[in-house]
Structure formats: structure tokens, C-alpha cells
Nanobody, 127 residues
Framework: QLQLVESGGGLVQPGGSLKLSCVAS????????IGWFRQAPGKEREGVSC????????YYADSVKGRFTISRDNTANTMYLQMNSLQPEDTAVYYC????????????????????WGQGTQVTVSS
């Protein structure tokens, strides 16, 4: 059974940092495209960052470029989203996703056609 389990969300002050983790089980993450999405109340889901299976194509939404970093640790079968300089507008539920689909990071994020999703973790940026 393919499963993604997220952790690392929480409450942080503006300008602070958080690192989200997403552990995969039932499949080898190394061969999968990965992505992080978020959804704020009343807003559509947004592709924050996506990376192709080989890691050669990485996409960041303009709103997070230079502040967020997507990565994976294949030995731990885990993907990460390092978030720095967090702002109140980053408040949302964050979801990790994975799929064996071969595509560019931008297309992965724009289409959001991942078949495996985490349960979501709340990130709140507030003073």
C-alpha cells in the first residue's frame, strides 16, 4: 500500500522557518516525481514546488522562490520542504505528493496529477 505521512507543520512567527517532512512507504521514492502543494481557506490548491523523478527539473511557485527548498533523502525514503522567511500569506495546509509520472517540475505542479498524497499538515504564520 502506497502511503505518504507528513510532519513538521506548526505555528511560527513571520520571518521564521519550518521544515516539512514526508515519509513514503510501500514504494521507492527515488523513482518518483515529488511535489508539495498548499491550500489556504477559501483558496484553490497551489503547487508550491515540484521535482521530476531524476531531480533534473525543479519548479518553485513565484510566491516561494528563493525562500523554499524541495529535497529528498532516498536512503530515508523521505521528501522535505524547507521553508524560510515565512510570511502570513504562507499560512495553509501543506500536502506532499508523489507519482511515477515523468514530466517537468512545472507541469507536475500546474497539473497536480499525483496519485499519492499525504494527509496534510497545517502551517500557520502569525505573530
Amino acid at each position: 500500500q502506497l502511503q505518504l505521512v507528513e510532519s513538521g507543520g506548526g505555528l511560527v512567527q513571520p520571518g521564521g522557518s519550518l521544515k516539512l517532512s514526508c515519509v513514503a512507504s510501500g514504494f521507492t521514492l527515488d523513482y518518483y516525481a515529488i511535489g508539495w502543494f498548499r491550500q489556504a481557506p477559501g483558496k484553490e490548491r497551489e503547487g508550491v514546488s515540484c521535482a521530476s523523478s531524476g531531480g533534473g527539473s525543479i519548479y518553485y511557485a513565484d510566491s516561494v522562490k528563493g525562500r523554499f527548498t524541495i529535497s529528498r533523502d532516498n536512503t530515508a525514503n523521505t521528501m522535505y520542504l524547507q521553508m524560510n522567511s515565512l510570511q502570513p500569506e504562507d499560512t495553509a495546509v501543506y500536502y506532499c505528493a508523489a507519482d511515477p509520472l515523468r514530466s517537468t517540475g512545472e507541469r507536475l505542479c500546474s497539473r497536480g496529477i499525483f496519485r499519492s498524497w499525504g494527509q496534510g499538515t497545517q502551517v500557520t504564520v502569525s505573530s
